[in-house]
C-alpha cells in the first residue's frame, strides 16, 4: 500500500521559514519524480515544486528564490525548505509522487499539511 505522509506544516508569521517533509512508503521513492503542490481556499490546486528521480528541479514563479525542493533517497523522504514565508502561502500543501512506465501512469497524493503565514 503506498502512503505518503506530510509533516511540518503549521502557523508561522510573515518573514518565517517553514520546512515540511513527506515520508513515502510501498513505492520505490528513488525513481518516482516527486513534487509539493499547494491549494487556498476557493482556489485551484498548483504546482509549487518538482524534482525528478535524478534531481532537476522546477519552481513555480511565486516561489523562485524563496522554496527549496530536494530528496533523501535514502530515507525514502521529500522536503520543501520555505523561507520568506508570505500571507499568500497559506495553504494546505501536498506531496505527489508521479511516474510514468511504458505509458501507464502511477500517482500518488498524500493528505496534506496546512500551512498558515499570518501575524
Known amino acids: 500500500q503506498v502512503q505518503l505522509v506530510e509533516s511540518g506544516g503549521g502557523l508561522v508569521q510573515p518573514g518565517g521559514s517553514l520546512r515540511l517533509s513527506c515520508a513515502a512508503s510501498g513505492i520505490i521513492f528513488s525513481v518516482y519524480a516527486m513534487g509539493w503542490y499547494r491549494q487556498a481556499p476557493g482556489k485551484q490546486r498548483e504546482l509549487v515544486a518538482t524534482?525528478?528521480?535524478?534531481?532537476?528541479?522546477n519552481y513555480a514563479d511565486s516561489v523562485k528564490g524563496r522554496f527549496t525542493i530536494s530528496r533523501d533517497n535514502a530515507k525514502n523522504t521529500l522536503y520543501l525548505q520555505m523561507n520568506s514565508l508570505k500571507p499568500e502561502d497559506t495553504a494546505v500543501y501536498y506531496c505527489n509522487a508521479d511516474l510514468v512506465v511504458v505509458s501507464r501512469e502511477y500517482d500518488y497524493w498524500g493528505q496534506g499539511t496546512q500551512v498558515t503565514v499570518s501575524s
Open positions: 524534482i525528478t528521480s535524478g534531481g532537476s528541479t
